[in-house]
């Protein structure tokens, strides 16, 4: 995560969750109890998701953190998936293109799991480069992943 994030609000848990008895794999969305989508990330873009919710006023996305991937937490993942049943619209978001980053492993992990609904990722096009190397470029290609993970897909 980046240190941008250090000490972000969003980025604050309150005193209770320190007396849990276990870690948390996936970080539920308290905002959101009935979801016609789930959005999935790992990282800073959960953080990014959840402020691009706020601002669209979108009360039927929720945004659901991975924060364990090895070994998966099936049992955590099922567990909110069955909390929310509506949901139709299973996607898994991540800042890195195609070729990086988590989506060869959590794709076929969360297809597994899914009950039969259908799932799609969100990410930036395959690259030799983790960045564009331009801030500009990288400020257009965040806000058209934004608003891909947002948009509904229809098969």
């Known amino acids: 995560m980046p240190k941008s ?23 539920p969305d308290p905002e959101v109890k ?14 990014e998701l959840r402020r691009e919710r706020r601002a669209r006023k ?4 929720a945004v659901l953190a ?13 567990a909110e998936l069955a909390r929310h049943k509506a ?8 800042e890195e293109p195609a070729n990086m980053g988590a989506l060869s492993y959590v794709i076929p992990q969360f297809e597994r799991i899914s009950g039969g609904r259908p799932v799609r990722s969100v990410k930036r096009s395959a690259s030799a480069s983790p960045a564009t190397g331009s801030a500009k470029a990288h ?8 608003t891909l993970a947002f948009t509904s ?3």
Do not use: N
């Open 5 to 27: 994030m250090l000490r972000h609000p969003d980025a604050c848990s309150p005193l209770a969750d320190f007396s849990r008895a276990r870690f948390l794999t996936v970080v």
């Open 34 to 47: 009935k979801a016609s989508r789930l959005l999935l990330g790992s990282g800073k873009i959960v953080h």
């Open 58 to 61: 979108d009360h039927e996305t």
């Open 66 to 78: 991975l924060d364990q991937l090895y070994p998966f937490p099936a049992a955590d993942l099922e």
């Open 87 to 94: 949901a139709r619209e299973l996607v898994w978001v991540q």
């Open 139 to 146: 400020e257009l290609e965040q806000k058209t992943l934004l």
């Open 153 to 155: 897909y229809k098969a």
